[in-house]
């Protein structure tokens, strides 16, 4: 089981990201999928939530309105589009994924690498 993250780079206040996932190993079906983010010296904050089976989102209030999650099953892909950003969203983003339908903080069973994601002002 394998989650790779892409998509980060660098950009200035207000522009746009679109951050993917792509898994091997296993598919998304009835999986609970999360983006995360760790900035340095801060602890890890969940970004968004998503339960691919019945497509339920939950996103918190430092993100909602600004951060979409969406998927593709045929290319095994989970995006996050990030617009409007701050340079508080600078940090490390990370998928992760859990067998069925669960709360995105209650620990998940599958973690990528990460990529780094750089708002400059």
């Known amino acids: 089981v394998q989650l790779v993250e892409s998509g980060g780079g660098l950009v200035q206040t207000g522009e746009s990201l679109r951050l993917s996932c792509v898994a091997s190993?296993?598919?998304?079906?009835?999986?609970?999928i999360g983006w995360f983010r760790q900035a340095p010296g801060k602890e890890r904050e969940m970004v968004t939530c998503?339960?691919?089976?019945?497509?339920?989102?939950y996103y918190p209030a430092s993100v909602k309105g600004r951060f979409t999650v969406s998927g593709n099953s045929a290319e095994n892909t989970v995006y996050l589009q990030m617009n409007n950003l701050k340079s508080e969203d600078t940090a490390v983003y990370y998928c992760a994924a859990s067998n069925g339908a669960i709360r995105c903080d209650s620990g998940m069973d599958y973690w990528g690498k990460g990529t780094l994601v750089t708002v400059s002002s």
């Open positions: 998503m339960t691919t089976k019945d497509g339920a989102t």
């Open positions: 190993g296993f598919t998304f079906d009835d999986k609970t």
